[in-house]
Nanobody
C-alpha cells in the first residue's frame, strides 16, 4: 500500500502562483509513476501532469503546459506541482496519484484507471 497526502492548496488571485506538495509513504518503491489530477465542480476528474519514477520525463495536459511544473524529490518521497499564471479555470480539487504499472504509450498515463493510489485532494480556488 501507498499513502499519499497532499498539501498547499488555498485561495489565490488570477495570475498568481501556488505550489502543491504530495508526501508519499508506504511501499512507494513499487510505483512506476506519480501524477496530479484535478476535478472541478460538476466535471470529471482530469489529468494534469505526471512523472515516471525512473526517468525525469514529465507529461502535461495541454491546458497546463507552460504554466505548471511537476517535480519529485526522491529523498523526501515528495511530489510537487508548481502552478503559475493561474486562472479561474484552474479552480478544482487537486489529487495526487501513484501507479504501479508502466506503459509505453503516454495516453495510459492520462487515465485515472492507470493509477492505484490516490490522496484525499487539496482545494485550489482562483479568484478573478
Amino acid at each position: 500500500q501507498v499513502q499519499l497526502v497532499e498539501s498547499g492548496g488555498g485561495l489565490v488571485q488570477a495570475g498568481g502562483s501556488v505550489r502543491l506538495s504530495c508526501e508519499a509513504s508506504g511501499r512507494i518503491r513499487t510505483t512506476s509513476a506519480m501524477g496530479w489530477f484535478r476535478q472541478a465542480p460538476g466535471k470529471e476528474r482530469e489529468f494534469v501532469s505526471m512523472i515516471p519514477t525512473i526517468v525525469n520525463i514529465p507529461l502535461y495536459a495541454d491546458a497546463v503546459k507552460g504554466r505548471f511544473t511537476i517535480s519529485r524529490d526522491s529523498a523526501k518521497d515528495t511530489l510537487y506541482l508548481e502552478m503559475s499564471k493561474l486562472s479561474p479555470d484552474d479552480t478544482a480539487v487537486y489529487y495526487c496519484a501513484a501507479g504501479e504499472r508502466s506503459y509505453t504509450r503516454d495516453y495510459y498515463y492520462t487515465q485515472t484507471t492507470s493509477y492505484d493510489y490516490w490522496g484525499q485532494g487539496t482545494q485550489v480556488t482562483v479568484s478573478s
